[in-house]
């Protein structure tokens, strides 16, 4: 299930808030994976997918930023204190060519055992925007 093909984007001091972007971008095809199971005769890609490739290119900007260097046995986790905010505007179909996520980060922190990042993530499909979710947090936590 890896959803980022290419990193086209990579800034600590970028997006709305000055506090980090990462943007990456996964060619479609007709026989993406994905499509075959959901929806029968009207196939597009499941909005939880497309939020777990947001999630990807957050673990891949921890990681990017050296927090899981020293951190052998650390999983990445997303943390639901705070309500998520999901829009979707749109749908990925079978007759799209390219999917590209953004993630604008709010806040990050770095003290402690447990790195957390915050963002806004969107996805554009084919350039129009289709999906929003704000305040999504992603935390690098010992195993349990």
Same mark, same amino acid.
């Given at each position: ?28 095809? $007709? ?111 010992? $195993?349990?």
């Amino acid at each position: 299930m890896r959803f980022l093909q290419r990193v086209s984007a990579f800034d600590v001091k970028g997006g709305f808030w000055q506090r980090g972007y990462m943007k990456a971008e996964r060619d479609i095809t $007709a026989e993406s994976w994905f499509f075959r199971g959901h929806f029968h005769n009207d196939p597009c890609m499941p909005g939880t997918l497309i939020l777990e490739g947001g999630l990807q290119l957050m673990m891949f900007y921890l990681a990017a930023i050296g927090q899981s260097l020293h951190r052998d046995g650390y999983r990445f986790q997303p943390a639901f204190e705070e309500k998520i905010l999901v829009k979707c505007r749109g749908q990925v179909t079978p007759r799209n060519r390219q999917l590209t996520y953004e993630c604008h980060v709010s806040s990050l922190t770095l003290e402690g055992d447990t790195p957390r990042l915050t963002g806004t993530l969107l996805c554009t499909v084919d350039g129009l925007l289709s999906f929003q979710a704000e305040h999504v947090s992603l935390c690098l936590t010992p $195993a349990a």
